[in-house]
């Protein structure tokens, strides 16, 4: 869906339904593109029972050449079932009001990524694996400022994945991720359950060098996450020294391994935790 607004035209797609439809080896499934410029709406975009096999991006909004300021604004509804990929399952990147329900995803890489100028970002039902879990991030990568707020994760299942739900953000960044609750989540045997890693570094095997700035990490509800990890470590905070997660909350955490020991390490972390 798209080009929308290339060349500074005004633009109106509504009341999209695609439904039943199988990709095979394809390098988009399916995407929606604006053009920074452009002014209009899209919106009331159903993807139904779709199917992916070896799709390079499986699910695409392309809106990161349009700013907030009456440009053209994507709102919609995805319900996506993706079977196979070698990328991202679902990103997300200068979006609002997504809603993600009812997915099947297996990829090798993250099975949702939420990435600078998301807002109120709500994934619902979500089955992952394998993968490396949902993640918002990485953020502020290059020095750069990064804004993610108002995600909400709920009822999210994980199998054998790299990572369950995470927060990953580089140093050296500025901006914050914000008012995030994951909520009533299942791990299966998930290698990092819970992660926030203020210290990412795309691979390196050497530890980020500590900078003066920071993407600041706030406002943060973990409830009702249970399961087995298949590392001892199941709960990993990483923060930064210099600007330090705020507002963390855990309740109703019951994270075993085999011998039903549970292990949690945490670095400058000021918030609740029960």
């Known amino acids: 869906i798209g080009e929308l607004g290339s060349r500074n035209s005004e633009v109106n797609v509504t009341d999209v339904i695609v439904n039943r439809v199988k990709f095979f080896e394809t390098l988009f499934g399916v995407r929606i593109k604006t053009i920074k410029g452009g002014s209009g ?9 779709i199917e992916m096999n070896n799709v390079q991006n499986p699910i695409i909004i392309e809106q990161g050449y349009c700013d907030q300021n009456d440009k053209l604004c994507i709102k919609q509804k995805l319900k996506l079932e993706i079977y196979y990929s070698k990328t991202y399952g679902i990103h997300v990147t ?25 807002k109120n970002i709500t994934a619902t039902d979500i089955t992952c694996g394998p993968g ?65 890693d203020q210290n990412y570094c795309a691979r390196s095997t050497t530890p980020c060098q500590e900078q003066e700035s920071a ?22 905070f990483d923060c930064s020294h210099s600007v ?28 609740d935790t029960e």
Request: proline residues 1%.
């Open 215 to 236: 993407v600041q990490v706030r406002n943060v509800l973990y409830q009702n996450i249970r399961g087995t990890s298949a590392d001892e470590v199941a709960i990993k």
């Open 41 to 49: 709406i899209a919106n009331n975009m159903q993807f139904e029972n």
């Open 94 to 118: 200068h979006s609002q009001d997504i809603e993600i329900s009812n997915s099947v995803i297996g990829t090798g890489d993250d099975c949702i990524s939420i990435v600078s100028g998301s």
């Open 244 to 271: 330090e997660c705020e507002g963390i909350v855990l309740e109703e955490i019951d994270l075993h391994i085999h011998s039903h020991r549970r292990s949690n390490r945490h670095n400058r972390r000021d918030g």
């Open 132 to 196: 490396h879990g949902i993640s918002i991030g990485s953020l502020g990568g290059g020095h750069s400022e990064a804004h993610v707020s108002d995600v909400f994760v709920r009822r999210a299942q994980f199998y054998e994945t790299t990572n369950g739900v995470r927060i990953k953000t580089w140093q050296g960044g500025v901006g914050e991720a914000s008012n995030i609750t994951f909520q009533d989540i299942e791990m299966h045997n998930v290698r990092n359950p819970i992660v926030i």
